[in-house]
């Protein structure tokens, strides 16, 4: 299993700001990704975390707007740049750590609010 | 593409009785997992029960099993002994295989466990 945290766990920005999520995977991971939830709603992919290369964006989000990092196997950010009001949402993290069991962990979340 | 459907968006149980939360998913592949999620109000996200679809066999886990029907697309869970703690709002999840193990969501169930 992974442990997974994020930071922070909410936040409240201005429109037009920019704000960086970080994520930390407690062991190693193979791979890595970043959920965008709608209040009351499903999660949606915004992208693949690659360790070493650009991150592999899902359709409807760009790398301008949701840049990523991923330095090594522990760790990651997202950026979400030039906040709107429509950004507010939940920011999940998750992480797979390999083997037969192909199951997947979430990090706690960060709750964004751009006024 | 493949996509997740829930059909009941809201659902609630007596404690200690039986309930079941339905599922279906659309694909054209053979091979592939389903997985669902539980989401208490704290937010993390937790694995209840995972089901490879090349076994027939349906998975349990406790309280928590499935019945997955291939033919059909269907994957329900049926929670047993329900419990105060399972209120939560519950996501099925599908993951193809080999595709990099991102997971397609439907739009959850939320599940009131009433005393």
């Known amino acids: 299993s992974a442990v997974i945290s994020q930071k922070p766990s909410r936040d409240i920005c201005q429109r037009g700001t920019s704000l960086t999520i970080q994520c930390q995977v407690d062991s190693q991971v193979t791979m890595m990704f970043w959920y965008r939830q709608q209040p009351g709603q499903s999660l949606t992919l915004i992208a693949t975390a690659n360790q070493g290369s650009e991150a592999t964006y899902e359709s409807g989000f760009v790398i301008d707007k949701f840049p990523i990092s991923r330095p090594n196997l522990t760790f990651s950010t997202l950026t979400v740049s030039n906040m709107s009001p429509e950004d507010s949402s939940i920011y999940l993290c998750s992480a797979y750590s390999g083997g037969n069991y192909n199951e997947q962990f979430f990090g706690p979340g960060t709750r964004l609010t751009v006024l | ?115």
Request: glycine share 4%.
């Open chain 2, 1 to 115: 593409a493949q996509t997740v459907t829930q059909s009941q968006p809201e659902m609630s149980v007596q404690e200690a009785e039986t309930v079941t939360l339905s599922c279906t998913y659309d694909t054209s592949e053979n091979n592939y997992y389903l997985f669902w999620y539980k989401q208490p109000p704290s937010r993390q996200m937790i694995l209840v029960i995972r089901q490879e679809a090349y076994k027939q066999q349906n998975a349990t886990e406790n309280r928590f099993s499935v019945n997955f029907q291939k033919a059909a697309k269907s994957f329900s869970l049926k929670i047993s002994d329900s419990q105060l703690g399972d209120t939560a709002m519950y996501f099925c999840a599908f993951m193809r295989y080999h595709a990099g193990n991102m997971l397609t969501f439907g739009g959850g169930t939320r599940l009131m466990v009433k005393p």
